[in-house]
């Protein structure tokens, strides 16, 4: 089984709906984050969590709400998911390397397209 | 402007060669990821270093702090090296990460 596990890892949906994004780990990271990947543009934060009490906002958190629900489970919800959400959706988790910094880890991806 | 710029953005190389990828960034960080994107999506860290260099089979990593700059280097490409490479940095109180855009690389057999 996969470190970081992302579900569905395909999802085609309507203006409109809402869509939720599910991220688990087993590497036991506290650090959880939600990026958006497009087309020409580096990966971009849009939410990120240091542990179940701690959410904080990313760069483009802006039509995106999270939930922590265990140090295991992070979850990205688009609200009323409209087309310029289509995006490749990658969950990451991480945690304090030696020396202090982080080792990182992603999860497979979740394409989503919203027409 | 991205504070991390790589170079070039797109690379064909023809099996056998020797690659180099670059990374800059403009502000001081704590370490630096160079991330593997095969076609498919899923992205793998292939090394994470904040000083010197660091190698892993035909794959070399290096970064010069002072200069603010690390490349990539593969030895005798290979068409399974085609992909994308990103360059992502660790910096700021919450040692975010910020990502390049990435080098998207072909290796013609």
């Known amino acids: 089984d996969a470190d970081v596990t992302q579900t569905p890892r ?13 991220c688990s780990q087993t590497k036991g990271h506290d650090r959880m984050y939600w990026y958006r990947q497009d087309p020409g543009l580096g990966l ?9 009490k701690d959410i904080n906002k990313g760069e483009i958190s802006d039509g995106y709400s999270v939930s922590r629900q265990a ?29 202090g910094a982080n080792v990182l880890t992603f999860g497979a991806g979740s394409r989503l397209t919203v027409l | ?5 790589q170079s070039p953005q797109n690379l064909t190389a023809q099996e056998g060669e020797f690659i180099t ?19 498919g999506g899923g992205i793998v860290s292939l090394f994470m270093l904040s000083s010197g ?10 970064i010069n702090i002072q200069e603010k700059h690390s490349s990539l280097h593969i030895t ?24 390049g855009t990435g080098t998207s690389l072909t290796v013609i057999p």
């Open chain 1, 10 to 22: 395909n999802r085609i949906t309507k203006t409109g709906k809402r869509i939720m994004l599910e």
């Open chain 1, 44 to 52: 971009r934060l849009i939410y990120y969590s240091f542990d179940v």
């Open chain 1, 71 to 99: 140090q295991a489970k992070f979850s990205l919800s688009l609200e009323s998911a409209i087309p310029n959400q289509t995006a490749l959706y990658f969950c990451a988790t991480s945690e304090r390397g030696r020396g």
């Open chain 2, 1 to 5: 402007k991205n504070e991390v710029e």
């Open chain 2, 21 to 39: 990828i670059n990374c800059s960034y403009s502000v001081g960080i704590s370490a630096l990821h160079w991330l593997q994107q095969h076609p």
């Open chain 2, 53 to 62: 260099k660091k190698k892993h089979g035909r794959l070399i990593a290096t």
């Open chain 2, 76 to 99: 005798a490409s290979h068409p399974r090296d085609s992909a994308v490479y990103i360059c992502a940095v660790i910096r700021g109180p919450g040692n975010q990460f910020y990502f």
